[in-house]
């Protein structure tokens, strides 16, 4: 019973983690004042989380470590990593939450390094809760994960799309000290476009795991393969398709604005 209910405690804190990370990706939604104690929030649940995962720690120096141990642990560290940098850069520019951390680490560098690491949180968070996807989803039937599988690489596809158009690559690569954010997007909308780029990854991290997790037999199937090639076929060619039918995307679309250009000391806070 007391493992059921850990479980269970556990499987709420991943649900509060996952939408306070939707959030905190739409500054245009959320503003100054609550991003930053959105953050404060996310990294208190982070806190606890690791808490209740302890075994995990414990567990690091012992067994053998397979192709899918290997993975878990490197993705785990890695994020653990971009999000301790996210915090601490964000803290040292924050005016409401924590101003006594204000200048911690230089501003300027610190707005760049947290830009970056956020987008690195959100994609390692990303392929972190789709290494457990093969677990929530071996009691469906067949048909069922076919049904999954269409859903997720048509959702993951418009992800992808939506990476691309917002040229994120240029935050994790530490080319632009600024976010570009649609202004123009409804709320509710620019959450769900969350969502999609999140499932892009939670979908490259379903097939990792399936590479990883491979039978003793050394055989492996495409399948999973093929569906993440379907979703990058979708997201490549919408991609194509809108920039040249509009002639502007990411920083170039009008709809799309730079975040706090002039505000360097209350850009965000995780």
């Not at 959702?155 to 690559?169: P, T």
């Not at 994790?172 to 997007?185: G, N, S």
Request: glycine share 8%.
């Amino acid at each position: 019973m007391q493992t059921k209910t850990a479980n269970t405690i556990k499987r709420i804190v991943d649900a509060v983690l996952t939408v306070l990370l939707l959030f905190l990706m739409a500054y245009q939604v959320t503003g100054d004042v609550l991003h930053e104690w959105l953050g404060i929030g996310m990294t208190v649940t982070l806190v606890l989380h690791h808490i209740l995962n302890r075994k995990w720690y414990k567990a690091l120096f012992k067994g053998k470590y397979s192709p899918y141990r290997i993975l878990m642990t490197a993705v785990n560290t890695l994020m653990l990593a971009a999000i301790a940098l996210t915090a601490l850069s964000g803290m040292s520019m924050s005016g409401h939450a924590v101003p006594f951390m204000y200048g911690l680490i230089n501003v300027m560098t610190a707005r760049k390094l947290h830009l970056a690491m956020s987008y690195w949180s959100f994609i390692l968070m990303g392929v972190h809760i789709g290494l457990h996807m093969k677990a929530m989803t071996a009691k469906m039937p067949d048909k069922g994960k076919i049904v999954f599988n269409v859903i997720l690489s048509g959702v993951s596809g418009v992800g992808l799309w939506l990476f691309l158009k917002g040229d994120i690559a240029s935050y994790i690569t530490f080319r632009t000290h600024f976010a570009f954010l649609d202004y123009t997007t409804a709320k509710w909308l620019v959450i769900l476009q969350n969502l999609a780029m999140l499932l892009f990854f939670v979908h490259i991290g379903y097939v990792l795991s399936e590479v990883a997790q491979r039978g003793s037999n050394k055989r492996y199937s495409p399948k999973p393969l093929i569906w993440l090639g379907c979703a990058a076929v979708i997201g490549s060619v919408m991609f194509f398709a809108m920039k040249k039918s509009s002639g502007a995307t990411g920083f170039d679309d009008p709809g799309w604005q730079t975040a706090n250009l002039f505000k360097a000391d209350k850009y965000s806070c995780i």
